[in-house]
């Protein structure tokens, strides 16, 4: 049997809500971005081969970490601080597009690497494919606190290293001041 492949996690951007191709970007590419609690967005992570040995990436599954806990939890429709969510905009298992600059030799497709539960099917690369994995979440603002720091990864078999973790600075607007009058 062969060397395993290898995989890294090399770039990452937010998204707003819309189709696979036409959402817009929140920021730009590979940076820490402010995020709105209780708001549809998509996260979109590069996966690259670097081993240049063909192999299967199996159990895709997102993950996110609170304020540097040093602990990652799986993002699913009922998990906390995160979750993922069906988008009025995606199909779950439908095929990703590059969109994202980086990632070197030829891009996977079909991959079925959207996502609205958390997890995507295995995927088989050659050696030195990327693929891009997408995942329609939302923040859940009970969870969080303005300021908050959210890493979201995706973890799989052979596990990947990540040269790029996406970043999330969490905006929870003040509550509002409420005033009553004692008549």
């Not at 996690?9 to 402010?34: H, K, L, P, R, V």
């Not at 597009?97 to 079925?112: C, D, H, K, W």
């Not at 990327?130 to 720091?149: F, K, P, R, T």
Request: charged fraction near 15%.
């Amino acid at each position: 049997m062969g060397m395993p492949g290898a995989f890294d996690q090399t770039d990452y951007a937010f998204y707003d809500e819309g189709t696979e191709s036409g959402s817009s970007i929140i920021g730009t590419q590979n940076n820490q971005q402010s995020v709105d609690v209780d708001t549809n967005f998509q996260i979109r992570i590069l996966l690259q081969e670097t081993s240049a040995t063909a192999d299967d990436f199996e159990g895709l599954q997102w993950e996110f970490e609170l304020n540097t806990s040093g602990t990652f939890a799986n993002i699913t429709t009922s998990s906390s601080v995160i979750q993922a969510v069906d988008s009025s905009s995606l199909t779950d298992a439908n095929d990703t597009t590059s969109r994202l600059t980086g990632g070197s030799g030829t891009f996977i497709t079909p991959n079925a690497w959207i996502t609205e539960d958390g997890n995507s099917a295995n995927l088989t690369y050659a050696a030195s494919e990327h693929c891009e994995a997408l995942l329609s979440a939302q923040i859940i603002g009970a969870d969080v606190s303005n300021g908050d720091q959210i890493l979201v990864r995706v973890a799989g078999s052979p596990g990947p290293s990540y040269t790029q973790t996406a970043d999330i600075d969490v905006i929870k607007a003040a509550g509002t001041r409420r005033i009553f009058v004692i008549t």
